[in-house]
């Protein structure tokens, strides 16, 4: 008796609390703690950081916070893509860090690098779609940076092979063509590493052009693998050669639209 009491009684508070948990977990999270060790966190986790710069009196900051920062749908955007950090203008740390990033009006809206490097400002009240969209435009810019130097890692030789994969993926997120990594890539492993199937499904996942060493072991591993394999590795074959042949039919290049068909015809039919 006592027992069935006890969990209804436990049941009662969880049904009252659920609704608020839930709305604790929702709109835009902020990291508690120093500049310092927000910094180490952000370069640890390899993840650009926001920062809400505000005052107790500023009018625009308090509609933000009651209006747009709260919204589930705005939290699902800034809580993946940064680390978020409230700042005080006028105590603490704040005092210092709004005259090394040249903060003059508030709420300003400090979108950083992991480093700390900023990326973009946004300076009073926004609506939350313009909001989000200066998240997405953020992210884009940091990816570009992060592209930047290791576009020069690569350059300089860097291929290390968690390097290479991190570039590899980089490029592919921004749509840019990374056969020449993946050839770097293939040619540091031995004939047992490109042809694991972890390998291939990693390659398959991430390749955007029909063309380089690792196009060619996809082509290569396509008649052997597994049955499964070979049903999520066909479309993608058909898809990067389709793209290939279009993009020769639009340049004029019309002698290289047969061996992509016989290519894959080959590779269809072993």
Not at 20 to 31: I, N, P, T, W, Y
Not at 219 to 226: I, M
Request: charge should be neutral.
């Amino acid at each position: 008796m006592m027992k069935s009491i006890l969990a209804n009684t436990l049941l009662y508070i969880g049904l009252i609390l659920s609704p608020l948990l839930a709305s604790a977990e929702d709109g835009v999270q902020f990291f508690e703690g120093s500049w310092k060790a927000l910094l180490q966190l952000a370069r640890e986790q390899n993840k650009p950081i926001f920062v809400d710069v505000y005052t107790d009196w500023c009018p625009p900051c308090k509609r933000m916070d009651q209006e747009v920062l709260p919204l589930a749908a705005v939290g699902a955007v800034y809580n993946k893509a940064f680390i978020n950090y409230k700042l005080n203008a006028e105590r603490g740390e704040g005092i210092k860090l709004v005259k090394q990033y040249e903060v003059h009006a508030y709420p300003t809206y400090l979108y950083l690098t992991p480093e700390g490097v900023l990326l973009a400002r946004v300076v009073g009240y926004q609506e939350p779609d313009t909001f989000m969209a200066y998240a997405h435009d953020a992210v884009a810019k940091n990816r570009e940076q992060v592209l930047a130097k290791m576009d020069k890692q690569f350059e300089g030789g860097n291929r290390d092979p968690h390097f290479l994969k991190t570039y590899i993926i980089q490029k592919k997120d921004l749509g840019l063509d990374n056969s020449l990594a993946f050839d770097a890539y293939i040619k540091a492993q031995s004939s047992t590493e490109r042809e694991n199937p972890a390998n291939i499904d990693f390659i398959r996942d991430n390749l955007n052009h029909a063309k380089g060493a690792a196009f060619d072991l996809l082509l290569k591993t396509y008649p052997t693998v597994d049955q499964t394999r070979r049903q999520k590795l066909a479309p993608v074959l058909f898809n990067l050669l389709t793209d290939a042949a279009s993009a020769a039919l639009k340049e004029n290049r019309l002698q290289e639209i047969p061996s992509f068909l016989i290519r894959w015809t080959c590779s269809n039919s072993s």
